[in-house]
């Protein structure tokens, strides 16, 4: 078994280097707790999982092996929390932003929130379909709240599998380890973005088991989901990548390198996933 990353095949010495206006908030049923996001909803909310693992010969990406473990894995681990889920296998460019278009123009209001989880190469800030690269950005940006409704003042989950850079990390020691008041929110509000990587930097995916982020994110909402709030479960995830992953490649220059997930978060509560 070998490790890969998701992106361009490069040289290893080589380094990587809307005005909001707001919209009305849509009713919203009854609920305790002010910090908390409501999930008294008939449904937990969808969530899309778009499987890439192979490309075609003009984009020089090399087959993704390990994916179907991921994906695997994120069927179960998401479905077992109560998301309604479907997996796309290789989705060219066109077909990614069809899909999501379509299902941002669905009626969410039954659902609690969505989640989205891409595996793919990427490359900076873009992730590729089978033929092309987009804008992860033109993406999320279908699920504003200027853009779906329907989903305004709920959480939207995105997860992203894929290089962003060239960069290597080769790690260092340590030495020790209630009802609702309608209001105006932000269009930007209530995004998670989690990503396998920082900036810059590749993301490690082992080719029998899948990549190191997507299998630390499934044994985390494994086992914490139904009782820790999303942001500390997250935090375990970056735990778990950070210190029990490291490279192994034939390319001794691509060996012993690490890796840690990057949080953004544009949540304006607490997602407890109910139990």
């Avoid at 990353?5 to 280097?17: F, L, M, P, T």
């Avoid at 707790?33 to 409501?38: A, E």
């Avoid at 990427?122 to 992860?136: H, K």
């Avoid at 340590?174 to 993301?203: H, K, M, N, W």
Wanted: charged fraction near 25%; charge should be neutral; proline fraction near 3%.
């Amino acid at each position: 078994m070998s490790d890969s990353v998701d992106a361009r095949q490069v040289n290893a010495k080589e380094g990587s280097n809307v005005t909001d206006a707001g919209i009305d908030q849509t009713d919203a049923k009854p609920h305790s707790d002010v910090f908390q996001y409501n999930m008294n909803y008939p449904s937990l909310g969808q969530c899309i999982v778009i499987n890439n693992k192979n490309f075609q010969r003009n984009t020089e990406l090399g087959v993704r092996n390990g994916t179907d473990e991921d994906a695997k894995n994120v069927f179960q681990a998401f479905s077992n929390l109560g998301f309604k889920t479907k997996i796309y296998n290789d989705q060219t460019v066109s077909q990614m932003r069809n899909l999501l278009t379509k299902v941002s123009k669905e009626d969410h209001s039954k659902s609690a929130m969505f989640a989205c989880v891409l595996l793919s190469h990427g490359e900076d800030d873009r992730i590729f379909g089978t033929d092309d690269c987009i804008e992860l950005k033109e993406l999320f940006a279908l699920f504003r709240g200027d853009r779906c409704r329907s989903l305004v003042g709920k959480p939207k989950l995105f997860f992203i599998q894929a290089c962003r850079g060239t960069g290597l990390d080769d790690g260092i020691e340590c030495d020790s380890v209630g009802g609702e008041e309608a209001q105006r929110i932000p269009i930007e509000a209530d995004f998670l973005y989690v990503y396998s990587t920082v900036p810059g930097y590749y993301s490690w995916r082992n080719n029998a088991n899948g990549s190191w982020f997507i299998s630390s994110l499934c044994e985390m909402l494994s086992k914490y989901g139904k009782q820790l709030e999303i942001m500390q479960i997250m935090t375990r995830v970056n735990h778990k990548v950070a210190l029990d992953f490291k490279s192994s490649c034939n390319d001794p220059r691509m060996t012993n390198k690490k890796q840690i997930p990057c949080i953004m978060s544009m949540l304006t509560k607490e997602v407890c996933f109910p139990k």
